[in-house]
């Protein structure tokens, strides 16, 4: 399994943006398709981002982040992007990077082989 470890989280006022990472270990990073989790306090975990194995490229985002949130990858540097825009309060929660070997970018949690330890996004209104 690929191990996980995402960066970039903080403390942020609405309206802001934040670009989480996610760096990848192993040589099979692109045999991986990628997401991107959200745990609220007293909420369960939550699909919010993923993108699609080796070069497809394609990306599914959860209704709640589209037009907000853009998640890329680079294979070359075994690491994939959360750019978040527009951040907003209900946007605070724990961050999670995930993969799968499954051709799918709208994962479920079910899906996921390898998850991050999960980076802290604050949203201050």
């Known amino acids: 399994q690929v191990q996980l470890v995402e960066s970039g989280g903080g403390l942020v006022q609405a309206g802001g943006s934040l670009r989480l990472s996610c760096a990848a270990s192993?040589?099979?990073?692109?045999?991986?398709?990628m997401g991107w989790f959200r745990q609220a306090p007293g909420k369960e975990r939550e699909f919010v981002a993923g993108?699609?194995?080796?070069?497809?490229?394609?990306?599914y985002y959860a209704d709640s982040v589209k037009g907000r949130f853009t998640i890329s990858r680079d294979n070359a540097k075994n690491t994939v992007y959360l750019q978040i825009d527009s951040l907003k309060s209900e946007d605070t929660a724990v961050y999670y990077c995930?993969?799968?070997?499954?051709?799918?970018?709208?994962?479920?949690?079910?899906?996921?082989?390898?998850w991050g330890q999960g980076t802290q996004v604050t949203v201050s209104s």
């Open positions: 993108i699609i194995r080796s070069g497809d490229g394609r990306t």
């Open positions: 995930a993969a799968t070997q499954r051709w799918t970018a709208n994962m479920r949690t079910a899906d996921v082989g390898s």
């Open positions: 192993g040589r099979t990073f692109s045999s991986y398709s």
